[in-house]
Nanobody, 123 residues
Framework: QVQLVESGGGLVQAGGSLRLSCAASGRTFSSYYMGWFRQAPGKEREFVAAISRSGGSTYYQDSVKGRFTISRDNAKNTVYLQMNSLKAEDTAVYCC????????????????WGQGTQVTVSS
């Protein structure tokens, strides 16, 4: 059982940067693999990035490689998504998710979800 709350979304110009945070409740945050997903208006939800329990392994969707960085601070029960060189097509609602089993790129493999935070990139 974990409760997730995202923050840090907002409006940014193309080429700019934004850092999203996902704060988790509970005492077992370090036992969860974490992921970020996004959904743009009229589009299907898509995988963005995932990170292992200790933060030693990460995985990214090809379209964000080199621009986005996922990280976590288990002492703070928080996972982050640093987004640089933002493009208009990055505009979406970004959600964090947690699973105790393994890193995953499919949304249905995650057990817990946050409410999401809006990221809007102006062109």
């Amino acid at each position: 059982q974990v409760q997730l709350v995202e923050s840090g979304g907002g409006l940014v110009q193309a080429g700019g940067s934004l850092r999203l945070s996902c704060a988790a409740s509970g005492r077992t945050f370090s036992s969860y693999y974490m992921g970020w997903f996004r959904q743009a208006p009229g589009k299907e939800r898509e995988f963005v990035a995932a990170i292992s329990r200790s933060g030693g392994s990460t995985y990214y969707q090809d379209s964000v490689k080199g621009r986005f960085t996922i990280s976590r601070d288990n002492a703070k029960n928080t996972v982050y998504l640093q987004m640089n060189s933002l493009k208009a097509e990055d505009t979406a609602v970004y959600c964090c998710a947690a699973t105790p089993r393994a890193m995953a790129v499919v949304a249905t493999h995650y057990d817990y979800w946050g409410q999401g935070t809006q990221v809007t990139v102006s062109s």
